[in-house]
Every structure is written in structure tokens, then in C-alpha cells.
């Protein structure tokens, strides 16, 4: 069944804007067909197409139902931000790995300048209704470095995926039993030592990811896949 997303109003759903041109004018669908609405909260709204106009479509709720892919861990990627290529990998990547939030950050190796508003929407759009989320992941405007060391504050666990450390490998116990994780990632560029240093004093587990340099898209999935498979997320 097709996944849109809308607002709720009193006991109806109403789909507008983009999505109600991909409803009408892409998927040609009519009146009396059944979609799944999402309202950015927890649940899954079973619902009829009543009504379809020239700005809306207005849908009648059938039956609710709680969202079988909302995460159970709070995973928040910072990542740095990389050239496009790499950012339109990364950024529907880990919504369906189960981040629930992302920070993108620039640095002193960065060299991405690829993040643009209204694509980001569209891309986060697009991937949460591929795995089946109800609530839209918040990308966060790109921070600098400084700042981006001072939302890691509150963390259970942060952990580093760091290209200079050489001894310590990932661990289930950097994440296992933590409900509330920070990851950060870095860019094609990769951390400066002092950089990599600031982020241990924050209180960052430091890993390594082998001897082989991932490119950052590469680490993005690896670093969330044992993150989700040791946390349960």
C-alpha cells in the first residue's frame, strides 16, 4: 500500500503540495483507494481517498496502527559533510539504518558544500517512506566543528569512527544497553589530529574501522549496521 505525508485535521488526513501531486498526476490514483497516511508521529493511518481536488486529497481514517520501523534506540549521526556524491548516499543510508536525527558539520579537511534545503527535505522524504518510517528525520542546518563538539553534551555513549587510531576496535560494549547514542563520521578528508583529539577529550570512544580506508559512505553503513545490530535499534 502506498505511503504519503500529511496533516491530520479533526478525523481526516489531508495530503497536499508535492505529495498530492504524486498521488494525482504520477501514481493516477482515484477516489475509494487505500493508502497509508503518515502525520509524523508514531502510527501508521490506514485510510480511503474521499476526496480529491485540485489542491488536496482528503482521506478518511480506516484504522490505526503503530509504526512497525520507529527505532528503539535515539541514533544521532554527525557527520561531516562530504562532496555530493557521498552526501546523497549517505543521508537516505542511515534513515534507513535507524538514525533519528543528523547533524552535518564542516571541518578543517571538509570540502563538501552540498548541502542545499530543499533537497535535503525531498531526499529525507523519499527514504523514510522507502523503509516505511512515520516520522520525518530532522537534518539540522551544518554546524562548524566547535559546534558540533558541544552537541555531543548528554550522550550515553559517543563513539568515533577515527582513521589515526591504530589499537581499539569497535565493541558491543561501546553501545549495548545505551539508549541514547552519538555517532560521528568523518568526510573524504578525514580529521585533523587535533581535531581527533578534541572529540576523545569530549569522551569519545575512538575505533578503528580496519586497515582499509572506507570511503565515508562505506563507514556511514558499517559504523550503523553494528551500531543497530549491537544496540538493538
Known sequence: MRRFFGRKEDDKIIIDGGECFHMKKVLRMNEKDNVIACVNDENDYYCTIENMNK???????????????????????????????????????????????IYFFTSQYSSGKNFKRERVDSQVLSACKQCERSILVPVHDVLDFEDMI??????????FAN?????????????????????????EGGFSEDEAKALIKQGASSFTLGSRIL?????????????????NN
Open 55 to 101: 489542491d488536496n486529497a482528503v482521506l478518511t481514517i480506516d484504522r490505526i496502527e503503530r509504526n512497525k520501523a520507529l527505532p528503539n534506540r535515539n541514533i544521532v549521526l554527525f557527520q561531516m559533510l562530504p562532496k555530493k556524491d557521498y552526501f546523497d548516499e549517505i543521508l537516505p543510508k542511515a534513515i534507513e539504518l535507524g538514525v533519528n536525527e
Open 150 to 159: 558541544k552537541k555531543l553534551d548528554g550522550f550515553d555513549t559517543i563513539i
Open 163 to 187: 582513521e589515526h587510531e591504530k589499537d581499539q576496535h569497535f565493541t558491543t560494549s561501546m553501545v549495548e544497553d545505551k539508549d541514547n547514542i552519538a555517532v560521528v563520521i568523518g568526510g
Open 215 to 231: 570511503r565515508c559512505d562505506t563507514a556511514v553503513v558499517s559504523v550503523l549496521t553494528l551500531v543497530g545490530i549491537f544496540s
